[in-house]
């Protein structure tokens, strides 16, 4: 079955086509600045990427997975003005920048653990590859595209014709409207390759350079070390999707410059976390952690679970009872699963239509489907769904085989009191007040889960 993804570049699905014919496949994600803790809507992106490998190695490709760490050159203004966000968390915490790099890693790591996402092939930092950034600006200013001002050497975007192609931006129209805090910048849309250190004044972070003692910008340091890892034009490069319109548009135009290519044969690019249809963003000041679902009780492979439930290309609004649902759910599915017997073989007809899903562009919320109607069949033998569900999981990650469920502790008696308030409710068809009590129930960290048996009550 043809493998189609969504190119953003082109706007379109397309059939998905390798670079090289030895069945390998050069993926490379946008990983995160490692200045603060990653939120859960970073996280989405991940989950995204990860399907995606998974995926891609489900049609037997060997992939070549590179994430990069941002640990300097990323400012807190995509404008190119304002602090390095390494320095300003240094501030905040009272670290260095180097040990506030190696703290956020880490805890980066601990989360994609946490969410079950493969480790990538490659990571690389930005600080282990000045010189290769160096190497690439000076590619592009021996094309002429680069010009100097007191603050840092500029990438002069009015030398490429096609920047700005993957946001479809109006560059005319962004000339018009362009106000004179563009400071020395010739276009709205140049960006620093470069930035000088402020003089008299020691960064914690900076290399001498041809042109003076400073620092890479932040969208150098991915051309660069995708270029360096998987070539010039590889398969696939991901992000999230407020990369699109600078980050991701100036990679292009770098390795248009310096290797007449678009870097990457297809450009995808994963959809918000809302709360309140609001994005979720760490400039707010306030986010959720992985950390924090799980101080609160919460299975991170429920939150991974309930991003698997819609499209990669559409926003989720994140509340605690879509959470909730989503706990309750994939507990179902745990319990299922945990006691069918093993040794069967997986369904042929099942297996075909999972594959058609996740080669419809990553349709995880119809392969998820698809085990609920797998769960309910009678033409599959308990054995043979097992089996099946497991191949299925090699894809979606829940950690099916992984699972068993923990003995039961004692149910205090305030519990079970609602419980069968809240059976007796069911009895008498009193809807609203069987809801009520399954909320009190959530709320005192408890769920009840309806089995043929009765009400299963267990932590949450």
Not at 22 to 37: A, E, H, K, R
Not at 168 to 187: F, H, M, S, T
Not at 255 to 273: D, E, I, P, R
Not at 376 to 396: E, I, M, P, Y
Request: glycine letters at 6%; one cysteine or more.
């Amino acid at each position: 079955m043809t493998l189609k993804l969504y190119d953003t570049y082109h706007r379109e699905l397309r059939d998905f086509v390798p670079i090289k014919d030895d069945g390998s496949v050069g993926l490379y994600c946008c990983g995160p600045t490692v200045y603060n803790y990653a939120h859960i809507g970073n996280l989405r992106t991940y989950i995204f990427e990860d399907v995606l490998r998974r995926v891609l190695e489900h049609n037997n490709y060997k992939v070549d997975h590179v994430v990069n760490i941002t640990d300097v050159g990323h400012l807190v203004s995509d404008a190119d003005d304002g602090e390095d966000k390494m320095e300003t968390g240094s501030a905040r915490t009272g670290k260095t920048a180097w040990e506030i790099a190696d703290i956020y890693t880490q805890a980066f790591f601990d989360d994609l653990q946490h969410l079950n996402i493969l480790s990538p092939t490659i990571t690389c930092k930005a600080t282990d590859h000045i010189a290769e950034q160096i190497v690439a600006i000076q590619q592009i200013e021996a094309k002429g595209m680069t010009y100097i001002t007191s603050d840092g050497v500029y990438f002069d975007t009015n030398q490429d014709p096609d920047y700005g192609y993957l946001a479809r931006l109006n560059i005319e129209g962004l000339q018009e409207g362009a106000r004179v805090d563009k400071g020395e910048k010739r276009n709205p849309t140049d960006f620093a390759l470069w930035k000088f250190s402020p003089e008299n004044e020691q960064r914690q972070m900076e290399w001498e350079s041809p042109w003076g003692k400073g620092f890479p910008g932040w969208h150098i340091e991915c051309s660069a070390m995708a270029a360096k890892y998987l070539g010039p034009l590889f398969d696939i490069h991901c992000g999230g999707k407020d990369h699109i319109p600078i980050h991701h548009s100036n990679e292009i135009a770098q390795a248009q410059a310096c290797y007449g290519t678009k870097l990457s044969n297809y450009w995808m690019h994963g959809y918000f976390l809302q709360t309140d249809k609001t994005k979720m963003s760490k400039s707010s000041g306030e986010f959720l952690r992985m950390q924090t679902l799980i101080d609160q009780g919460h299975d991170p492979i429920a939150y991974r679970y309930l991003c698997l439930l819609a499209h990669y290309r559409s926003d989720i609004n994140f509340s605690w009872d879509t959470l909730q649902s989503a706990t309750t759910a994939l507990n179902r599915l745990r319990d299922t699963y945990f006691n069918w017997p093993d040794a069967g073989t997986p369904s042929k007809d099942f297996t075909e239509r999972f594959t058609s899903f996740v080669n419809d562009d990553l349709n995880t919320s119809q392969a998820i489907a698809l085990i609920w109607e797998l769960l309910k069949s009678s033409d599959v033998t308990d054995a043979d769904k097992k089996a099946t569900v497991t191949l299925f999981d090699s894809v979606l990650g829940l950690r099916l085989p992984e699972w068993a469920p923990q003995a039961r502790a004692e149910v205090p008696d305030q519990i079970m009191t609602l419980v069968e308030a809240r059976q007796q409710a069911r009895t008498d068809k009193d809807w609203a007040a069987a809801d009520k009590a399954r909320d009190d129930l959530a709320a005192l960290g408890y769920e009840v889960v309806d089995t043929p048996d009765g009400p299963d009550v267990r932590k949450i």
